[in-house]
């Protein structure tokens, strides 16, 4: 393993559920039409909630459940467990597949994840989104087609790391998972304009590698 080495997700389980049951439709909320769901779980939390937003944007679903584990993919409840599991709804099957489609292709091709260091100890991610969809907008109380930089990282690499993008760039906190998340990393969503999130999620890279490198330094 060496630096910055992408670290993908993987897909543990994709179903379709044609037509959801009336009393499970309203267990979940959904709304009126939404009759197709699409269920996924991934051995990565963060990596898959980009991927589902991705989804929104390339079929029409919804997002109507999202969470993760707790304590992380190596502590799932079963083999096809991992640490997130996701539900996008549609009107019909066809929908519903596709946006079931379109977050495992983001997942495996984009939603990378890095190695900070030579013995992937430490493993972060650095997301840029130019535009983000519906889920991401909801959960970050953002406009659709905002830029974000969606970053992540271990407890103490991460919060350094966040100090030095917000320093670096024009960007605001638009979200923020104070450490220890459900799987123990921390994290935030920052936006602005598209080169800000960028010059950001730059920053935030360099920080989280320097961090790794020399852990104490004062």
């Known amino acids: 393993m060496a630096l910055l080495d992408p670290l993908p997700a993987r897909v543990l389980a994709a179903r379709l559920i044609p037509r959801v049951s009336e009393g499970y439709a309203r267990e979940l909320g959904l709304a009126p039409g939404l ?7 991934a051995d990565n939390d963060d990596a898959l909630y980009v991927s589902i937003d991705e989804a929104t944007k390339m079929a029409e679903v919804e997002v109507v459940y999202a969470h993760s584990f707790y304590a992380g993919a190596r502590h799932s409840s079963g083999k096809n467990s991992g640490e997130v599991i996701a539900m996008l709804a549609a009107r019909d099957p066809d929908e519903a597949r596709a946006g079931l489609q379109a977050a495992v292709a983001y997942l495996q091709g984009r939603a990378l994840w890095y190695s900070a260091d030579a013995d992937n100890g430490v493993a972060f991610f650095p997301h840029m989104v130019p535009r983000i969809g519906g889920y991401l907008a909801r959960i970050s109380r953002l406009p659709l087609g905002a830029s974000v930089a969606y970053l992540v990282a271990p407890p103490l690499e ?14 605001t906190i638009a ?29 935030f890279t360099q920080t989280v590698m320097d961090a790794a490198s020399r852990p104490i330094l004062y």
């Open 158 to 171: 991460g919060c350094l790391a966040l100090d030095a993008a917000l320093k670096a760039a024009s960007v």
């Open 175 to 203: 979200s923020y998972t104070a450490p220890p998340s459900e799987t123990n990393f921390m994290g935030a969503i920052l936006t602005g304009e598209q080169s800000a999130c960028e010059a950001a999620t730059l920053a």
């Open 35 to 41: 009759t197709s769901l699409a269920l996924i779980t």
